[in-house]
């Protein structure tokens, strides 16, 4: 048994925060119910970079967060289709929805009204900046949160100025966050037999995902300058360039750095170490890193991170993704598995399901992903329509 098994969620999202939610939610055995307007379905069903598999409504950038769930279209401007959209809803322990500003309010389908036919279910509202404040109406994505909250300032040097951090992170982040105040609130109603509305946004979990580094501009009242690579007070946490490639080293703590030192067989470096407070660490910054520079570069990075691993010092070459996926860790755990798609026109074998394991009833991958409407007769039947 999964922890989810028996509750159904109905699945209003698009693009990637909102359908990542349900999607974790349904690798721990919710009936998740994607429904989509027949002719305006999810965006990401036709942007991959596979032209077949556009044309089938099955890129790769929509399998990888859609995979077991079920498909219903309808048209909530229809009767019909509205009609039996509130009959399902009774059945419905969970609605999520992620349309801008008060799309939802204005297609007849607030929370008060919902709450009235179903006093029990949890409706999240996940939105760019809340249902709140001078912004609750504006549209966003991943990266204008990313210009907005400060990350991309955070992320750039004085060279570059800000930079975009590559994978939606915000997006995959606000989605992590949903699913916990989803599944809290399933809790909380198992206590009270109360249902309740989730008001979530991408710029509260921007701000969540910097906790401390906000914490630390809160105290200041400065936006912490960023530093790219190289920590500014502490040498030994930072990137080195090996013989071969580069390798990031976390000598955070005195006693890492002196083992990072050790492993490097800088003896004499090691006792002037011991012996320094904070700030003479700062200001002997310079040559230790020098001294580090200058040992790092002898050898490949694949024999630093053996070596000083096995010195109790973090440290990892950097890799390329394809490399992470294809490491001996990442096999050896579940975060990937059978995508149970088609391989011949260009889906992956294996997708990210979730980043834990249970001893029993771990996330689990059981359907792949959904063509539009696929599973209209069977919702329908299951509520008595045909």
Request: glycine share 8%; proline share 4%.
């Amino acid at each position: 048994m999964r922890a989810f098994d028996g509750i159904r969620v109905l699945d209003l999202t698009h693009v990637f925060a909102g359908p990542f939610c349900t999607y974790q939610m349904a690798v721990m055995g919710a009936e998740v119910i994607k429904i989509e307007p027949p002719n305006s379905p999810d965006m990401m069903r036709d942007e991959g970079y596979s032209e077949t598999l556009n044309n089938l409504g099955l890129s790769n950038l929509f399998v990888c967060q859609n995979s077991e769930k079920k498909s219903l279209s309808l048209d909530l401007k229809a009767k019909d289709d509205r009609d039996f959209f509130l009959k399902l809803v009774r059945t419905a322990d969970v609605l999520v929805q992620n349309y801008s500003g008060r799309s939802m309010e204005k297609l007849g389908f607030s929370y008060g009204k919902i709450k009235k036919i179903n006093p029990n279910i949890i409706y999240c509202s996940m939105t760019g900046f809340g249902r709140t404040g001078p912004k609750a109406e504006h549209p966003a994505y991943d990266s204008i949160i990313q210009a907005y909250s400060g990350l991309m300032e955070l992320n750039g040097v004085k060279a570059t100025g800000p930079i975009r951090v590559g994978p939606a992170i915000v997006d995959y982040g606000t989605g992590i966050h949903a699913a916990f105040a989803i599944s809290s609130a399933l809790y909380r109603r198992q206590i009270t037999g109360e249902g309740l509305e989730i008001d979530l946004s991408m710029l509260d979990a921007a701000i969540m995902l910097m906790t401390s580094t906000v914490a630390d501009s809160l105290s200041s009242g400065i936006s912490s300058p960023s530093y790219g690579n190289n920590h500014p007070d502490h040498p030994g946490y930072g990137a080195f360039n090996a013989s071969d490639r580069m390798i990031v080293i976390g000598a955070f703590t005195k006693k890492q750095l002196c083992n990072l030192l050790l492993g490097l067989n800088l003896k004499k470096e090691v006792k002037l170490v011991s012996s320094l407070t904070k700030k003479e660490m700062k200001a002997s910054y310079s040559e230790l890193r020098n001294s580090i520079e200058n040992v790092i570069k002898t050898k490949t990075a694949d024999f630093w991170e053996k070596k000083l691993n096995a010195c109790h010092v973090p440290a990892a070459k950097v890799r390329n993704l394809i490399e992470a996926l294809n490491s001996d860790q990442v096999k050896s755990r579940r975060v990937l598995q059978n995508s149970l798609l088609e391989k011949d026109c260009g889906h992956p074998r294996l997708l990210p399901t979730a980043a834990f394991s249970y001893s029993k009833g771990s996330p689990k991958l059981t359907k792949s992903a959904p063509k539009i409407g696929e599973d209209n007769y069977k919702v329908r039947k299951s509520l008595g329509d045909s």
